[in-house]
């Protein structure tokens, strides 16, 4: 079974520009996560799809920021436009229920420029 | 305060030995708590979950949960090489929101 991939592994931009972060969960994962951790701190929640609808977004930091799941399948993370501010590792993570045990993918690293 | 603080590293220890990790969480409603092991470069592998009070053993590994405290741990026994990684405390109120701390370094020395 394969587990959860993000694409792309690495990601360098200059501030302004717009980046979009896909993440694929395991198959018939209906639950997908969002996760950040910049230089030096903790993994943070950023969001949280049930299928296709966010259940709980409390984590995006400012409206620069958009997730979709559409169709319930794959999700994307676009900011737009890209700070200096966003650098960092962006994890992607699937159960299959919500208390389910979460896999996390590789994580794309960010960095802005 | 941070809502979950693990003792700072790096931790190193020799082969064999028993390596000990701390965490201590703020919001006394967390239901759940989850070690994580990550491979540097590599995604957060989930090594052990824990729910109620108590030890749970897995293997080489146990976690020890005290909600009075606050605290939970995690016990790595017959540190192997392979053992050498970052380990993430996280902990859930709500199910599927985890909150992370920082992550100790562990370091097993041949």
């Known amino acids: 079974e394969a587990g959860v991939t993000q694409f792309p592994s690495h990601s360098v931009i200059e501030k302004g520009q717009t980046v979009t972060l896909r993440c694929d969960p395991i198959?018939?994962?209906?639950?997908l996560y969002w996760y950040r951790r910049v230089m030096g701190k903790e993994i943070k929640f950023l969001l949280h799809?049930?299928?296709?609808?966010?259940?709980?977004e409390s984590g995006m930091p400012n409206n620069r920021f958009l997730a979709e799941r559409t169709g319930g399948t794959y999700s994307t993370l676009k900011v737009q436009p890209a700070e200096l501010e966003d650098s960092g590792v962006y994890f992607c993570?699937?159960?299959?229920?919500?208390?389910?045990?979460?896999?996390f993918g590789p994580g794309t690293r960010l960095l802005v420029l | 305060q941070k809502e979950v603080e693990q003792n700072s590293g790096p931790l190193s220890v020799p082969e064999g030995a028993i390596a000990s990790l701390n965490c201590t969480y703020s919001d006394r409603g967390s239901q759940s708590f989850f070690w994580y092991r990550q491979y540097s470069g590599k995604s957060p592998e989930l090594i052990m979950f824990i729910y109620s009070n108590g030890d749970k053993e897995d293997g080489r590994f146990t976690a020890q949960l005290n909600k009075a405290s606050q605290y939970v741990s995690l016990l790595i026994r017959d540190s192997q090489p392979s053992d050498s990684a970052t380990y993430l405390c996280a902990v859930s109120s709500n199910d599927y929101k985890l909150s992370f701390g920082a992550g100790t370094t562990v370091t097993v020395r041949a």
């Open positions: 993570a699937s159960s299959q229920a919500a208390r389910g045990t979460q896999y």
């Open positions: 799809f049930v299928k296709e609808s966010k259940q709980d």
């Open positions: 198959s018939g994962h209906d639950n």
